[in-house]
């Protein structure tokens, strides 16, 4: 009988579909033409790309557009109130919303529950003074996020200055919306 080693699918209770399975996944991530979150790191300015225009009504019903906000920097959070790290970023959102009014910064949240009904309740539960849309399963903004939450902060041009996939914590916000700020 040969001595010779069973190829890796045959050992261990390793499964061929299982090894197929990962293959295809790390193909597909690296073949994908998206740059990973930028997180912590602002782009350069020359680097970025400008966000699509997102126009939709808010929970009173009132239009809202974004590129009615040239010259103000966003931060567009995409969320639903069934997500728990949504909820655990929002009591921070709120703040830096509250403090930054008026000083050439918004908050405007996207959200992606199916009906108005629980969005009014997290609103109200966690005293959101920014504008919350409703686009709809939809919208093409909706249909592009992959996780929730997923947050877009923009510069005053409308240009995406990074993306967090994930909660992002209060500090890294305030210190990613001052250095933007900052800019010309």
Same mark, same amino acid.
């Given at each position: 009988?040969?001595?010779?080693?069973?190829?890796?699918?045959?050992?261990?209770?390793?499964?061929?579909?299982?090894?197929?399975?990962?293959?295809?996944?790390?193909?597909?991530? !690296?073949?994908?033409?998206?740059?990973?979150?930028?997180?912590?790191k602002?782009?350069?300015?020359?680097?970025?790309?400008?966000?699509?225009? $997102?126009?939709?009504?808010?929970?009173?019903?009132?239009?809202?557009? %974004?590129?009615?906000?040239?010259?103000?920097?966003?931060?567009?959070?995409?969320?639903?109130?069934?997500?728990?790290?949504c909820?655990?970023?929002?009591?921070?959102?709120?703040?830096?919303?509250?403090? *930054?009014?008026?000083?050439? !910064?918004?908050?405007?949240?996207?959200?992606?529950?199916?009906?108005?009904?629980?969005?009014?309740? !997290?609103?109200?539960?966690?005293?959101?003074? *920014?504008?919350?849309?409703?686009?709809?399963?939809?919208?093409? %903004? $909706?249909?592009?996020?992959?996780?929730?939450?997923?947050?877009?902060?923009?510069?005053?041009?409308?240009?995406?200055?990074?993306? *967090?996939?994930?909660?992002?914590?209060?500090?890294q916000?305030?210190?990613? $919306?001052?250095?933007?700020?900052?800019?010309?």
């Amino acid at each position: 009988m040969s001595s010779q080693p069973r190829p890796l699918w045959q050992r261990d209770g390793v499964q061929l579909a299982g090894i197929l399975a990962v293959g295809v996944a790390l193909t597909l991530l !690296f073949r994908m033409d998206v740059s990973p979150p930028a997180t912590g790191k602002l782009r350069n300015p020359d680097g970025r790309k400008s966000m699509p225009d $997102i126009a939709s009504t808010d929970l009173r019903g009132n239009p809202w557009r %974004l590129s009615d906000h040239k010259g103000e920097a966003i931060l567009v959070n995409v969320w639903a109130s069934w997500c728990p790290p949504c909820r655990e970023e929002t009591p921070g959102f709120v703040r830096v919303a509250k403090e *930054y009014e008026g000083n050439g !910064f918004e908050v405007v949240g996207v959200s992606a529950d199916e009906g108005p009904a629980p969005v009014r309740r !997290f609103v109200d539960q966690f005293h959101v003074p *920014y504008p919350v849309i409703l686009p709809g399963a939809d919208s093409p %903004l $909706i249909a592009a996020v992959e996780s929730l939450p997923t947050s877009f902060l923009l510069d005053r041009q409308g240009r995406v200055a990074t993306v *967090y996939v994930g909660a992002v914590s209060e500090r890294q916000l305030r210190g990613d $919306i001052a250095r933007l700020l900052e800019e010309h």
